[in-house]
């Protein structure tokens, strides 16, 4: 079964430029979860997908970052303009469905470097 | 706001000794996560306990959720350098629509 795809692995950009990373999570998961983890820290949820629809996006610093899923399948994380605070890897996660006991399946990240 | 601490922040041994990571909150969770990060990949999960004072053995790893499920500590026996890496602790709270929160992490090195 394949995992969690993301792409790219690794961005630089310069400060106040616009990036984006796409996601692909495993097939028939339902729930999709976009992390961001600062050096030295857990991950730190930014907004969590059911199918299509927005569940949780209070932690989405909305004036810069915007996120998608359209169809309920790959989804885009996009920060325009970036700041240098956003140096961190991005994770995305998907599970089955919303509930307790729930194995989240996380890709290798994206690592954004912002100059 | 739910915060999870984890003990120590970094902690480096030589293979085959035992060791111990925490995890404190003051707020109940419904159930306690133990993921394994190492460096350029995501996490992965290593237990789920979900009542308190249960206790799991993953080989050489024994996880225990406190009573009060505001806690919960991992055990490694015999530590060897293939465990080497970051162990992430994350609380999920059914009455706040199943949100995940995660510690900051153990960054453990185990020299052989």
């Known amino acids: 079964e394949a995992g969690v795809a993301q792409s790219p692995r690794y961005k630089i950009i310069e400060k106040r430029q616009s990036v984006a990373f796409w996601c692909n999570p495993i097939?028939?998961?339902?729930?999709l979860y976009w992390y961001q983890q600062i050096l030295g820290q857990g991950p730190k949820l930014l907004i969590q997908?059911?199918?299509?629809?927005?569940?949780?996006d209070s932690q989405l610093p909305k004036d810069r970052f915007s996120a998608e899923r359209l169809k309920g399948v790959d989804s885009t994380l996009k920060i325009q303009p970036a700041k240098l605070e956003d140096s961190a890897v991005y994770l995305c996660?998907?599970?089955?469905?919303?509930?307790?006991?729930?194995?989240?399946?996380f890709g290798p990240g994206t690592r954004l470097t912002v100059l | 706001t739910q915060l999870l601490e984890q003990s120590p922040q970094f902690l480096s041994i030589q293979e085959g000794e035992n060791l111990t990571v925490y995890c404190n909150s003051s707020?109940?969770?419904?159930?306690l996560q133990w993921y394994r990060q190492e460096p350029g990949e995501g996490p992965v999960l290593l237990v789920t306990?979900?009542?308190?004072?249960e206790v799991k053995k993953l080989k050489r790893l024994t996880f225990q959720f406190g009573d009060a499920r505001k806690d919960s500590s991992l055990h490694i026996t015999a530590a060897q350098p293939g465990d080497t890496g970051l162990y992430l602790c994350?609380?999920?709270?059914?009455?706040?629509?199943?949100?995940?929160?995660f510690g900051a992490g153990t960054r453990l090195f185990v020299k052989a």
């Open positions: 306990v979900v009542t308190g004072g």
């Open positions: 996660a998907s599970s089955l469905e919303i509930q307790v006991n729930n194995e989240q399946f």
């Open positions: 997908f059911q199918n299509n629809g927005v569940v949780d």
């Open positions: 707020s109940v969770f419904s159930s």
């Open positions: 097939s028939g998961h339902a729930t």
């Open positions: 994350a609380g999920e709270n059914a009455t706040g629509g199943f949100k995940t929160i």
